[in-house]
C-alpha cells in the first residue's frame, strides 16, 4: 500500500493516525466538491466572512439575518447569506430565517482547521491533514493540522477563539503536544487581528517560566518576528491572521529555511 509523504514523516516518529479529515464535522459536509468547494475556499480568504461564520455557528440552530451583524453590516450579512445558500450550505426562506444544513458541525472550528490544511497544500505544495489523532499518542485529544512540507513535519494549532478565550491550559498542552509528536516546525495560529503581544505571548512566556525557570525565558526566549508575527529560536511561530494567513505562513516558514541556512554556515 502506498503511503505519502505526511505518513512518512509520521512513521519516523512511530505515530500511526487514527482519525483523520472529518469533512462531516466542518460546515461543507462531505458532498461540498468541484466549482463549489473552489468558491467556498475562496469565500475563506476573507477575514469578515470567517467571522460571520463563527458568528452564525453560535447561534441556534435557525436564526434571522438580522442576528448576523455583530462583525459585519446587514447588507455584507445577506451577501455572505445568498453566497452560502447558493452553494448550499444553508437553507433560508423569504423571512430572512437561515440554517445550517449540516446538523454535525459542533463549531467554526473543524471549518477554520480544514482551511488551514487546504491552504498548506495549495499555497505551499505541502501534504497535510486536519483533525488527526493517534493510536499512541501520549497527550490525548487531536492535533489540528499537520502538514510535510519540504521534507519536515509541521505541526499548526489552530484558534478561532479571540484572545481572550485562550487560556494557559491550551498553551501549555499545545507545548506538550510539540514534545509528543517532534515536529521540525510548529505554530500557534489564531484567526484574529488583534495583537499577539499583549495576551498569548505572555501566556507563553508565563508557561515557559513555569517549565524552565527564569532561564528558560533567556534560552527560549519570545521574540517579534515582523508586525504580530513571532518566534522562539526560530521554529515555533505565534501567528494571527492580519494581513492574510498564506502571507504570515510565508514569513515563518521562510524564516525557519533562513535560520537553518545561518545554522549550516551559508554565506
Known sequence: MEIDSLEIQLLARRKRMSRQNPYEQTILGEALRGEKYEQFYAMMKKYSFRLFLRDLLEQPEKVHVEQLTKYCSLRVAQNYLDSLQRLEIVDADREGYCHVRNPFVPNFGRTLEWYVAE????????TSRFCITFHNGSTGGDYDVLAAWLGRLVYVEVKSAPPKGIDIHQVKTFLGRIWDLLPDIAIFFNDTH?????????????????????????????QRLEDELFHVNHCLYIVNSKREIAHNFHVCLSDYLANELNQKGMP
Not at 498548506?120 to 505541502?126: P, Y
Not at 498569548?200 to 524552565?212: D, N, P, Q, T
Open 119 to 126: 491552504v498548506l497544500q495549495r499555497e505551499f505544495g505541502a
Open 194 to 222: 488583534l495583537r499577539m503581544k499583549d495576551k498569548i505571548v505572555a501566556l507563553f512566556e508565563e508557561e515557559i517560566a513555569r517549565r524552565y525557570g527564569r532561564e528558560g525565558l533567556i534560552k527560549y526566549r519570545v
